[in-house]
């Protein structure tokens, strides 16, 4: 499938992504998932306006490379880039992914998903675990770790002076 027939598709109730041409059809999400949506949402918004630093989205589309669009659960651009932000897919990667596990996921495709995001530009990618209650954090420059509970993350080249326990993402 070719990305300008993704962009055609009718809309089912469900959530789509194009992966190199492939369609993945995902049905809505459940409700931890989405409480942990807008507990991110929610902490990264403020810590967004507080800085003027950009503008945080939630369950939207971005055109990775040729044949992809992922969409993320929470994603930061920057302020320099919002121009960029339209009715369609966003022809860039968010500065900042966010992907909330859910039990239907499968570890080769959030792998590759991680890879596509690092690949088109995203600076860094959150994966949480709602189940262990951690954060891992891909950086485009090759760090990685994993962040528990307890644990304070932030993303400093994104949005200075932004902290957060990791357990209030989960809140």
Same mark, same amino acid.
């Given at each position: 499938?070719?990305?300008?027939? =993704? $962009?055609?598709?009718?809309?089912?109730?469900?959530?789509?992504?194009?992966?190199?041409?492939?369609? !993945?059809?995902?049905?809505?999400?459940?409700?931890?998932?989405? &409480?942990?949506?807008?507990?991110?949402?929610?902490?990264?918004?403020? %810590?967004?306006?507080?800085?003027? @630093?950009?503008?945080?989205?939630?369950?939207?589309? =971005?055109?990775?490379?040729?044949?992809?669009?992922?969409?993320?659960?929470?994603? =930061?651009?920057?302020?320099?880039?919002? *121009?960029? !932000?339209?009715?369609? /897919?966003?022809?860039?990667?968010?500065?900042?992914? *966010?992907? !909330?596990?859910?039990?239907?996921?499968? +570890?080769?495709?959030?792998? @590759?998903? !991680?890879?596509?995001?690092? %690949?088109?530009?995203?600076?860094?990618?959150?994966?949480?675990?709602?189940?262990? *209650?951690?954060? @891992?954090?891909?950086?485009?420059?090759?760090? #990685? &770790?994993?962040?528990? +509970? $307890?644990? @304070?993350?932030? %993303?400093?080249?994104?949005?200075?002076? /932004?902290?957060?326990?990791?357990?209030?993402? #989960?809140?």
């Amino acid at each position: 499938m070719t990305v300008a027939e =993704f $962009e055609k598709l009718p809309d089912d109730g469900n959530r789509h992504e194009l992966d190199e041409g492939e369609l !993945i059809v995902m049905p809505p999400t459940g409700l931890r998932h989405g &409480r942990v949506m807008r507990a991110v949402t929610v902490v990264l918004d403020r %810590a967004a306006k507080e800085t003027g @630093s950009g503008e945080v989205l939630t369950d939207c589309g =971005f055109r990775l490379a040729a044949g992809v669009v992922r969409a993320t659960d929470v994603a =930061f651009v920057r302020e320099e880039r919002r *121009v960029g !932000i339209t009715e369609k /897919f966003g022809d860039f990667a968010p500065d900042l992914a *966010v992907e !909330i596990l859910s039990p239907e996921d499968n +570890a080769a495709r959030v792998q @590759s998903k !991680i890879r596509q995001y690092l %690949a088109a530009g995203t600076s860094i990618v959150w994966v949480l675990d709602p189940d262990s *209650v951690t954060v @891992s954090v891909y950086e485009k420059s090759g760090v #990685f &770790r994993t962040l528990n +509970a $307890e644990d @304070s993350i932030d %993303a400093p080249a994104l949005l200075t002076g /932004f902290s957060a326990r990791v357990r209030t993402l #989960f809140e």
